[in-house]
């Protein structure tokens, strides 16, 4: 739409990733926001994201090479996001190393000691780099010789860094804004499109996640108002967006995990691999206990239902929509880790269809086992589902109104 503000990124960094199929092309982003391929749009980096600032130019090298043009004329990174630098993801390494067969699976990008420097308030943000260099410098120094204390294995070249982020500071220059006076200005003129796109999701969130196998950010819809600066009030229409499965990078608990032949095939159908860590996204059916807990959070006006396509092999398919521990029902989602491994799923099972769904674009043209699928999901969750995905095309999409 023109003039609409597409893809407000509020929080994370280069940690995640977002694959965007646009006619036959497959874009990767991990910090540019989905809404940079639309060149009406006006996409926005929030003061919530960290920004691994050789990592954006990287990025928007790569996407350059598929033909994404004059991004940076379409960009505006807040000048209160904080910087993640090398000796970040480093030390990133070094603290999984640490914590030996209880690692977290991080990606190593360097996101949680940078959040854990922004929580320190020894933070460098991207104001501090456009200000005075001396004080930049001089704050730069302090905040390396911290980590060098805590890790005596890290080596950092200080000198060939500064002179790095002396160049890449005129370079980000030119994109940077005070994005929370932006973005009010937009919302108190005529009427607008925001989107706004989180790098993780709900289950990851620092407080409401399956910690602490967690990110290091607040995910749910309360860090759209902490990560760009709007107030609650303009909050409008609130997405979940689902696979029609379950899947999870890295460790934690994980109650509807399939560790057979069928989460392989899932694994496979879906290519699930992680986009930033290419690493294999573990399976598991459809869980709608901890999607109704998402819901209490976010408070979903609709549910964007993803790869209803890759179940259209299986003979049948079973959701989640219980948990049990010692044999009675629990009334909510387990806090402890512990808890959530020792848990018992009651499952909904319901036959397959056993039809390639891919070419469709209506739902009454779904096979009526995948229709009944649907209604369940809406019947369990109390949340009508707007949108059915079948495919990784942009216009592989089912609306439902």
């Known amino acids: ?45 929030g003061n919530g994201v960290v920004i691994h600032l050789p990592g954006l130019f990287e990025e928007a090298g790569k996407n350059e090479a598929k033909g994404l043009i004059d991004w940076q004329d379409r960009l505006i990174i807040s000048d209160r996001a904080h910087l993640v630098f090398d000796f970040h993801q480093a030390v990133d390494g070094l603290q ?54 805590m890790f005596p294995d890290l080596k950092v070249d200080v000198d060939k860094e ?75 229409e609130v997405y ?33 691999f992680g986009v930033t860590t290419k690493r294999k996204r573990r399976c598991g059916w459809l869980d709608l206990v901890l999607l109704k807990y998402a819901d209490m959070i976010n408070g979903f006006t609709a549910i964007a239902l993803t790869k209803l396509d890759i179940l259209d092999v299986f003979d049948e398919i079973k959701i989640g929509v219980a948990y049990k521990l010692d044999g009675k029902k629990l009334p909510n989602f387990p806090a402890n880790q512990e808890m959530l491994k020792q848990v018992e799923v009651e499952y ?21 086992n995948a229709q009944k699928y649907v209604r369940k999901i809406e019947e369990v969750l109390g949340v009508p589902v707007r949108w059915v995905g079948v495919g990784a095309a942009r216009d592989s999409i089912i609306k439902m109104f």
């Not at 501090?128 to 010789?145: E, I, N, Y």
């Not at 002396?166 to 108190?188: G, I, S």
Request: with cysteine.
């Open 348 to 368: 909904c099972t319901m036959p397959g269809w056993k039809t390639n769904t891919e070419n469709l674009r209506s739902f009454k043209d779904l096979p009526e």
């Open 1 to 45: 739409t023109t003039g609409c503000l597409n893809s407000n990124v509020f929080q994370g960094g280069n940690n995640a990733g977002h694959t965007v199929v646009v006619e036959g092309t497959e874009y990767d982003f991990h910090l540019l926001p989905s809404g940079i391929i639309n060149d009406k749009a006006i996409s926005v980096i």
């Open 96 to 149: 999984e190393l640490e914590k030996g067969g209880k690692s977290l699976g991080t990606t190593k990008k360097g996101i949680g000691p940078t959040y854990s420097s922004k929580a320190a308030r020894s933070g460098l943000r991207v104001c501090d780099l456009l200000a005075d260099f001396k004080v930049f410098t001089d704050r730069f120094k302090m905040l390396v010789m911290q980590y060098e204390r």
């Open 240 to 272: 979940g967006v689902a696979k029609a499965y379950t899947t999870r990078v890295g460790d934690g608990a994980f109650p509807t995990e399939l560790s057979n032949e069928l989460g392989e095939l899932l694994q496979e159908r879906g290519h699930e």
């Open 162 to 236: 500064l002179k790095r982020y002396e160049e890449l500071k005129e370079r980000v220059r030119p994109m940077v804004k005070d994005v929370v006076h932006f973005l009010n200005t937009q919302l108190e003129g005529p009427q607008k499109k925001l989107l706004v796109e989180g790098a993780n999701a709900t289950m990851l969130d620092i407080d409401f996640g399956t910690y602490p196998y967690v990110t290091s950010s607040n995910c749910t819809v309360g860090g759209v108002l902490t990560g760009l600066g709007i107030p609650p009030r303009c909050i409008g």
